[in-house]
């Protein structure tokens, strides 16, 4: 079982940058691909970046590929998502999550943490 809780968000002017960072506990985190995701308000949740267990493979969202990195270090069993040129379609609720294999798939992910909200204002 995986714990979760993100942190890094905020309100930030279009043009910047934000990281968020998703802390995980529980001893499978290490053999976890890991996701971020996004909720705006009425709207569904969807993808936006996910990496491998080892970090070897990453794959983006249309919407925020060249602008968005993800990357990991399972000495901390920590997730990070830099956000870079950061634009108001981007407001939303970001949700990290855990999963038994590397996938775009929402319905794949088993864990997720309570979401921390950014704004990006114009």
């Known amino acids: 079982q995986v714990q979760l809780v993100e942190s890094g968000g905020g309100l930030v002017q279009a043009g910047g940058s934000l990281r968020l960072s998703c802390a995980a506990s529980?001893?499978?985190?290490?053999?976890?691909?890991m996701g971020w995701f996004r909720q705006a308000p009425g709207k569904e949740r969807e993808f936006v970046a996910t990496?491998?267990?080892?970090?070897?493979?990453?794959s983006y969202a249309d919407s925020v590929k060249g602008r968005f990195t993800i990357s990991r270090d399972n000495a901390k069993n920590t997730v990070y998502l830099q956000m870079n040129s950061l634009k108001p379609e981007d407001t939303a609720v970001y949700y990290c999550?855990?999963?038994?294999?590397?996938?775009?798939?929402?319905?794949?992910?088993?864990?997720w943490g309570q979401g921390t909200q950014v704004t990006v204002s114009s």
């Open positions: 999550a855990a999963a038994n294999v590397h996938t775009r798939e929402i319905q794949r992910y088993s864990y």
């Open positions: 990496i491998s267990w080892s970090g070897g493979i990453t």
């Open positions: 529980g001893r499978t985190f290490r053999s976890s691909a």
